[in-house]
C-alpha cells in the first residue's frame, strides 16, 4: 500500500490532483483511491486530499495520517500547516517552489522533487493553478505513475470538464513539470507546529450545543471565537496602504470582507493583517489611489 | 373540578394549566380540537399566552424551537402527515436541549390514507431524541401533559416530549376528567429555567455547525441523558400521585402481574380493552397479566426485564407495522429481554382504524397463553384481518 | 437605540459584532453585507441564520463569528424561528431585535413559505436575504434567484442547452404582496443608500425584509478584487434596483441616468461568458421591463440602453409595462 497526501488551498484542485494521480495509477495497473478531506472551508484555506495504491482491491476508507508521499501544491503552506505531520522518514515529498530541494525544509529529511510549477501553469493554461503541472514531478519521483499515463488521466479528466484544448494544456503543463523537476534531499531542521486544539472527553464537553465567550485549553471559543483563526495565512498579495493619500473615505472600512480593516478616531485605517485575505477589493475601490497591491503575505 | 373533555380538550386544559407561553401550530385532523380550544382559552383572555398560527407543521416546530432556544415554555400538538412533515424539525430540540413539549394525536401516516388511528406516525419518530409517552385515556392525558413539562425541564433532562393519545378512540372520546386547580399545578410546576437561551445581555452561539471532532461527545452525552432521563420519569409520576392522588407507574403501568403466568404488553387505549380482557380472564381462573407501555422512548429496558422474568410466555401489541415481519415494539420488547428463554409474540390489530374489540383481545391473550403452554405460535398474528395469514 | 438617523458611511458605529476569522472566500460580497448590517444594527440583536454560505463560514463548533446571539437549525424556516425567538422575547420582556439571514435559496425557494407565513403574520423581525444568485454553499447550483442565461453546476453550459432558460424571480414583488411594513433593496456598492435603509429597518417595528445582492466569487467566476465593482454595474445596468417599499408605496432611492448596457456587467463574469447574442438580448429586455416594473410610476426614467442594434425603451406611461 502507497499513500499519499495532497496538500493545497480551496481552489487550487487538490483533489482533482488526487484524482488524477489515482487514475494513473489505475492505467499503470494498479488498484487506486483518491478522496478529499470532507471539510467546509472556502478558497484560499488550507485542504487536503488522499490517495491510495496498492496491488490489489484497496478496501479501507479513512483517511491518511501516515503518507509515503507528500504532494505540497503552495509553499507557504509549511509556515501555517502540520503539512509533514506522519510523514514516514522513508516517505518523499512533491513540491511546489522556486527552491532546490536541499533548500527545502519539511521538517523531516526525505527524497524530495522539487519544480517551479507557477510559471509552467501561467505559460500553458495561463492561470496560476499548479494542480496538473505538479503531477508531472510527482510522476518524476514515484515509480507507481509514469508521465505518459499522468498525461492520458490528464486527457481524460480534464478533456471531460473542460474540453479538449484545456486538456491539452494541462497535460502540457504535466510534461514541462517533469522535464524541469530537480531530485535531491530536503532538509529536516523546521519544527512541525501543531493549532492548538481543545479535544474534551464527553463529559468534559458543555451540555447541549451551545457555548459562550470562552477560553478552553488555549482555544477562543463561542462568540467572537473565530477571531482565533487567523485566515492571513491565507493571503499570497498584501494591501499597502499609503496615509498620505487617505481622503479618509472609508469605502475601504465599508468593503472589507474580512472586518481586518480598522477605523481610527480620525477616520483614517488601519490593517489587522492577521486577518486579511489579500481579496484586493480595497485597493480597487479607494478612490484617492491610496491602497495598492504588493506580491507576497508580507505585511508592508 | 370534574368536566366531560375530550382527550384533546383534557390536553388543552393540561397545556392551560402549565402555562405554556408559545403555542404555534397547524391544523390537522384529529388534533385540530387541542389548538382550537386553546386559542378560545387565548382569544378570551383565559390563558396569558400567544398562539401562532404556523404556516405549516415544520414551521410550527420552528417556531416552538425558536420560542424554546429563547427561554420560554413551548407547546404544539399535529398528528400523522403533519407528524412526518415536521420530522426534521424534531430533529432539532433534542441535541440542543430545548424541551419542548407537544401532543401527537396518533393517526395513520401515508398512501392507504385515512384520517383514522394508527401508530406508524408517531414510531417513525422513535430515533429522533424525543421522549415518547403514549397515554390511555382522558384523564391521562390531561396529567400526562403537566408530567411532561415537569419532566422536560428537569435540570437532569431538557429533553423534548411527545404525549401520544390515540386518534378518535381517545382525542374524540368524552370522559370524565378531574381538571386540576391552577394553584395547584403553579406549586407542582414551577417557572421554566432553560439550560440556556438566546440572550443579548449574555450572548451564545446555540447549535453551530458541528464538525466529527466533537458530534461524537454531544451524541453520547444525549444518549446518556435519554438513559437517565428514566429516573426523572418515575420520580416526576410519584410525585404527581402524591399531589394530585393519581400515580400512572412512570415508565410502564403492571396490572395484575402479581403472579402472572402470561401477560400482554400493549400501549394506548388498547391496554383498556385488554385490561377488560385479563378481568374476564382471571374471574375465569386464569393467571393473566398485562403491562401498559407509557414511555417508548427512554425504553424501560431494565425495569422490563425484572417485570417479565416469572413470565412464562409474553404477547407485545403492535399497532403499525415495521414491514416485512413485525411492529416496532415487538422487536424493541424482544431486545430487551433476549437474555430470558419465554416466547414472545408479535400481536398486531386496529391499523388503518379498524375497530380492536374486546373479542380480539381474548383471542391475542388466547394466543399467548398457548405459548406459555410450550405450544407452537405464530411469532407475528394479525387481528381482523380477512383472509389466511401467510 | 441611537437618536441619530444614520445617512453616511461614517455615521456607521464603529463596532464589530460580525469579527475576523470567518472562513469565507477573499473577496466574499455576502460578509461585506453581514458585517455592516451588524454593525448598524447593534449588539442588542439576536441572529438566526439557516443552512447557508454563512452559517458554515462563520459558525463551527466551537467558534463563531457573530458576537451576538446566534442560532442556526435547518434550511427553510428562517421566518418561523425568527418568529418563535422574538415570540419569547415579547414574552420574557427584552426589547431586541430579532434578525434572520437567509440566502437566496433559503429565501426564494426552500425558505420562501416560512416566509410568507412570517412576514403575512407582521411578525416584528428584521429578515435579510443576502443574494448570491445561486446555492453556493452547496457548490454553485441554480436557484430561483439565478439571472437567465447563467452557468452554474445544474444549468451547465451543454451542447444543447446553454446556462439557466428561466428569469430571476422577483422576490421584492412577493415580500411587497404581503403588505410589510417596510421591504429594500441594497447594494454593497451603493455605501450611504445601504447606510440608510438598514438603519431605517432598524428603528421600525413589524415585518422587515432587506435584500442584498452579493457577489460571489467562485460562482460568478469573478476576480476577487472585483466584487463591489460587480455590484455597482449591476445597478448602472439595472440588473439590482434599488428601492424600498415603505407606508404602502415603492420607491426608487437611486435611478442611474442612463442605463448601462447589461454587457457592461456580464463581460466581468465568467457564468455568463458563453452567452450568445440572442440569449442577451432576452436578458436585456428583461432588464429593460423590470426596471419599468419596479419604476413606472414614478416621473423621471432613464432610458434603458438595449442590445446593439435595437431601439433603446423608454417608458411608455404604462405603470404595468412589461408584465
Not at chain 1, 488498484?31 to 484555506?45: I, K, S, T, V, W
Amino acid at each position: 500500500m502507497f499513500e499519499v497526501r495532497f496538500h493545497g488551498r480551496g481552489g487550487q484542485g487538490a483533489v482533482m490532483a488526487a484524482q488524477t494521480f489515482a487514475e494513473a495509477a489505475v492505467l499503470e495497473g494498479h488498484h487506486a483511491q483518491a478522496f478529499p478531506y470532507f471539510g467546509a472551508e472556502r478558497r484560499g484555506a488550507p485542504v487536503r486530499a488522499f490517495a491510495r495504491v496498492d496491488d490489489k482491491r484497496i478496501t479501507i476508507k479513512s483517511q491518511i495520517y501516515e503518507p509515503d508521499m507528500l504532494v505540497i501544491m503552495d509553499e507557504s503552506l509549511l509556515d501555517i500547516d502540520p503539512v509533514a505531520d506522519g510523514l514516514k522518514p522513508t516517505g518523499s515529498v512533491v513540491m511546489n517552489t522556486t527552491k532546490a530541494p536541499q533548500d527545502v525544509d519539511i521538517g523531516v529529511a526525505v527524497r524530495c522533487a522539487t519544480v517551479d510549477a507557477i510559471p509552467i501553469a501561467l505559460e500553458t493554461i495561463k492561470a496560476p493553478i499548479v494542480n496538473t503541472a505538479i503531477l508531472g514531478a510527482v510522476a518524476k519521483i514515484c515509480d507507481l505513475v509514469t508521465i505518459e499515463s499522468i498525461k492520458t488521466s490528464i486527457n481524460d479528466r480534464f478533456g471531460e470538464k473542460l474540453g479538449e484544448q484545456a486538456a491539452r494544456m494541462n497535460s502540457l503543463a504535466a510534461e514541462m513539470a517533469y522535464a524541469r523537476t530537480v531530485v535531491g534531499i530536503c532538509k529536516g531542521e523546521r519544527t512541525i507546529v501543531r493549532p492548538k486544539v481543545w479535544l474534551p472527553t464527553w463529559k468534559e464537553l458543555p451540555q447541549g450545543t451551545a457555548l459562550g465567550e470562552d477560553t478552553l485549553s488555549g482555544v477562543t471559543v463561542g462568540p467572537g471565537g473565530s477571531l482565533g483563526n487567523y485566515t492571513g495565512t491565507w493571503r499570497t498579495i498584501t494591501p499597502k496602504y499609503d496615509q498620505e493619500k487617505c481622503v479618509r473615505c472609508l469605502r475601504c472600512w465599508f468593503c472589507c470582507p474580512e472586518g481586518c480593516i480598522k477605523r481610527l478616531e480620525d477616520d483614517h485605517v488601519k490593517w489587522d493583517y492577521r486577518y486579511c485575505k489579500g481579496c484586493g477589493i480595497c485597493a480597487n475601490i479607494c478612490p484617492a489611489d491610496a491602497i495598492h497591491m504588493v506580491k507576497g503575505a508580507m505585511e508592508p | 373540578m370534574m368536566k366531560v373533555l375530550s382527550a384533546d380538550h383534557a390536553v388543552a386544559w393540561g397545556v392551560r394549566l402549565a402555562k405554556a407561553e408559545v403555542i404555534p401550530a397547524f391544523p390537522i385532523t384529529p388534533q385540530t380540537l387541542i389548538i382550537e380550544l386553546l386559542s378560545e382559552f387565548i382569544f378570551d383572555g383565559d390563558m396569558d399566552a400567544e398562539f401562532i398560527p404556523a404556516d405549516s407543521e415544520h414551521s410550527a416546530m420552528s417556531i416552538a424551537v425558536g420560542a424554546s432556544a429563547g427561554g420560554v415554555r413551548t407547546f404544539t400538538a399535529t398528528s400523522s402527515q403533519g407528524l412526518a412533515l415536521m420530522h426534521e424539525m424534531l430533529y432539532a430540540s433534542p441535541q440542543n436541549r430545548l424541551p419542548v413539549v407537544m401532543a401527537n394525536v396518533n393517526r395513520s401516516l401515508g398512501a392507504a390514507a385515512g384520517i383514522w388511528l394508527e401508530h406508524n406516525d408517531s414510531m417513525a419518530a422513535r430515533d429522533s431524541g424525543w421522549m415518547q409517552c403514549y397515554v390511555e385515556d382522558n384523564q391521562e392525558a390531561l396529567d400526562m401533559t403537566l408530567q411532561a413539562y415537569k419532566v422536560a425541564e428537569d435540570p437532569r433532562v431538557m429533553m423534548p416530549l411527545m404525549i401520544c393519545l390515540d386518534g378518535f378512540v381517545l382525542s374524540h372520546t368524552v370522559d370524565g376528567v378531574d381538571v386540576p386547580e391552577q394553584a395547584k399545578v403553579d406549586d407542582f410546576l414551577p417557572r421554566f429555567r432553560p439550560l440556556y437561551s438566546l440572550d443579548p445581555a449574555d450572548p451564545k452561539v446555540i447549535n453551530p455547525i458541528v464538525p466529527p471532532d466533537y458530534a461524537m461527545e454531544m451524541r453520547y452525552q444525549l444518549d446518556r441523558i435519554m438513559e437517565s432521563s428514566r429516573q426523572a420519569i418515575k420520580e416526576v409520576d410519584s410525585a404527581f400521585a402524591k399531589r394530585f392522588g393519581r400515580g400512572y407507574g412512570g415508565l410502564f403501568e403492571a396490572y395484575r402481574m402479581d403472579d402472572a403466568e402470561y401477560a400482554l404488553l400493549s400501549l394506548g387505549t388498547a391496554t383498556s380493552t385488554a385490561r377488560a380482557a385479563v378481568d374476564e380472564l382471571r374471574e375465569e381462573g386464569k393467571r393473566a397479566g398485562l403491562i401498559k407501555l407509557r414511555f417508548m422512548r427512554p425504553f424501560p429496558h431494565d425495569e422490563l426485564l425484572a417485570a417479565c422474568k416469572d413470565l412464562k410466555a409474553l404477547g407485545v401489541f403492535d399497532r403499525s407495522l415495521s414491514f416485512n415481519r413485525y411492529g416496532p415494539v415487538f422487536t424493541e420488547v424482544r431486545n430487551s429481554l433476549h437474555e430470558l428463554s419465554l416466547p414472545i409474540t408479535d400481536h398486531v390489530g386496529g391499523l388503518g382504524g379498524r375497530d380492536l374489540t374486546l373479542g380480539h383481545m381474548r383471542e391475542i391473550f388466547a394466543n399467548i397463553e398457548r405459548s406459555a403452554k410450550g405450544e407452537k405460535v405464530r411469532t407475528c398474528s394479525w387481528y381482523g384481518l380477512r383472509g389466511e395469514q401467510e | 437605540m441611537s437618536e441619530k438617523e444614520l445617512a453616511i458611511i461614517r455615521d456607521i458605529p464603529n463596532n464589530d459584532w460580525f469579527v475576523s476569522g470567518h472562513g469565507a472566500c477573499p473577496g466574499c460580497g455576502m460578509t461585506i453585507a453581514v458585517k455592516n448590517i451588524m454593525r448598524i444594527i447593534g449588539n442588542n440583536s439576536t441572529v438566526y441564520v439557516p443552512a447557508s454560505c454563512l452559517i458554515v463560514v462563520s459558525a463551527v463548533y466551537p467558534t463563531s463569528s457573530f458576537r451576538t446571539p446566534l442560532f442556526f437549525t435547518a434550511f427553510e424556516n428562517t421566518g418561523a424561528v425568527t418568529t418563535g425567538i422574538k415570540a419569547a422575547y415579547r414574552r420574557l420582556g427584552k426589547d431586541a431585535t430579532v434578525v434572520g439571514i437567509a440566502g437566496d435559496g433559503g429565501t426564494f425557494d426552500i425558505g420562501l413559505q416560512a416566509l410568507s407565513g412570517a412576514a403575512e403574520r407582521g411578525e416584528d423581525v428584521l429578515y435579510v436575504c443576502v443574494d448570491n444568485e445561486a446555492y453556493m454553499n452547496t457548490g454553485i447550483q441554480r436557484s430561483g434567484s439565478t439571472p437567465f442565461g447563467a452557468w452554474t453546476t445544474t444549468t451547465p453550459v451543454g451542447k444543447k442547452t446553454k446556462g439557466k432558460r428561466q428569469m430571476k424571480k422577483d422576490m421584492m414583488d412577493l415580500v411587497i404582496g404581503h403588505n410589510v411594513e417596510y421591504a429594500a433593496t441594497l447594494s454593497i456598492a451603493h455605501y450611504n443608500d445601504f447606510v440608510k435603509k438598514v438603519d431605517k429597518a432598524k428603528r421600525k417595528s413589524g415585518f422587515r425584509f432587506l435584500h442584498v445582492l452579493t457577489p460571489c466569487v467562485p460562482g460568478w467566476k469573478t476576480e476577487s478584487a472585483k466584487t463591489v465593482e460587480i455590484a455597482k454595474l449591476a445597478v448602472e445596468t439595472g440588473m439590482w434596483t434599488l428601492f424600498e417599499y415603505e407606508d404602502g408605496e415603492a420607491r426608487a432611492t437611486y435611478r442611474p441616468k442612463q442605463l448601462l448596457p447589461v454587457t457592461d456587467y456580464l463581460q466581468l463574469q465568467g457564468r455568463f461568458r458563453h452567452m450568445p447574442s440572442e440569449d442577451i438580448k432576452v436578458l436585456q429586455r428583461w432588464v429593460c421591463n423590470k426596471y419599468y416594473w419596479h419604476f413606472g410610476h414614478e416621473a423621471e426614467q432613464p432610458a434603458c440602453a438595449m442590445f446593439k442594434g435595437e431601439p433603446e425603451m423608454h417608458f411608455d406611461g404604462d405603470p404595468l409595462h412589461g408584465v
